[in-house]
């Protein structure tokens, strides 16, 4: 990623899981079942470790043994200042600005189970091409997302789908936990997931923040 963009998104990069309305429901008959019995009440969280941070024209590496990739288009939430404890209302205050995320990981089979090994690879978060500043975007929740293998159109949504907004998710993250200036909030994923390969170069686009490129390259012929 750029320099400019490393300085200021530099902290811990936490997911949310099921944050768009079509994938919760979805799942919702599965969340009836044990050991759920009822659909999640707040955000799923998972973290992407510090080995995951990849960046903008960066390769992604597809890992011999597995059977399937799949790239997850998000926005990204940058935290400007330290929040705690942030109400609903002072939330987009501690904002930095936004910037493209594309979440690789491996199929998921469970969200009861914190899918490390599917989510944690090396490279396996993408961010870039640069931040966005928080004024440039006049509602972070009316923005087009979509996702392009080798230019041809693969998913497309938007964040007006999306089950909590970035003020909602700031407030009730930080209910429980500080959130420091430089982390990330990788907004989710929307449903719809596609299969890339290696050799495949897979785009994200979002209205406003620009476009995200990457090539999937095999494990074996990595350097």
């Known amino acids: ?59 992604v590496v597809y890992p011999a043994g597995v059977e399937r990739l799949q790239p997850g288009p998000a926005l990204g939430v940058v935290i400007g200042k330290r929040a705690s404890r942030v109400s609903e209302a ?31 690879r090396d490279g396996f978060c993408a961010l870039g091409p640069e931040l966005v500043p928080v004024g440039q975007i006049a509602d972070a929740g009316q923005l087009t997302l979509k996702l392009f293998v080798n230019d041809e159109l693969r998913q497309e949504n938007t964040t007006a789908n999306w089950v909590r907004n ?16 430089g982390d990330v909030l990788i907004t989710g994923t929307p449903e719809g997931r596609v299969d890339v390969q290696p050799g495949d170069r897979v785009s994200v686009e979002i209205t406003g923040c620009g476009r995200l490129s990457n090539t999937i390259i095999a494990e074996e012929l990595r350097p």
Request: charged share 20%; net charge negative; proline share 7%.
């Open 166 to 181: 970035v003020a909602q998710l700031i407030a009730e993250i930080s209910e429980f936990m500080t959130l420091h200036e």
């Open 90 to 120: 002072d939330a987009l205050a501690y904002v930095a600005g936004y910037v493209i995320v594309n979440e690789f990981s491996l199929p998921e089979d469970s969200y009861y189970r914190p899918a490390v090994k599917a989510k944690c």
């Open 1 to 59: 990623m750029s320099r400019a963009l490393h300085d200021v998104a530099n902290g811990t990069l936490f997911g949310v899981a099921l944050n768009y309305q079509g994938l919760l429901g979805q799942r919702l008959a599965e969340f009836e079942q044990a050991p759920y019995q009822k659909p999640p009440v707040k955000p799923v969280l998972f973290i992407k470790t510090p080995n995951t941070r990849n960046s903008h024209e960066g390769e």
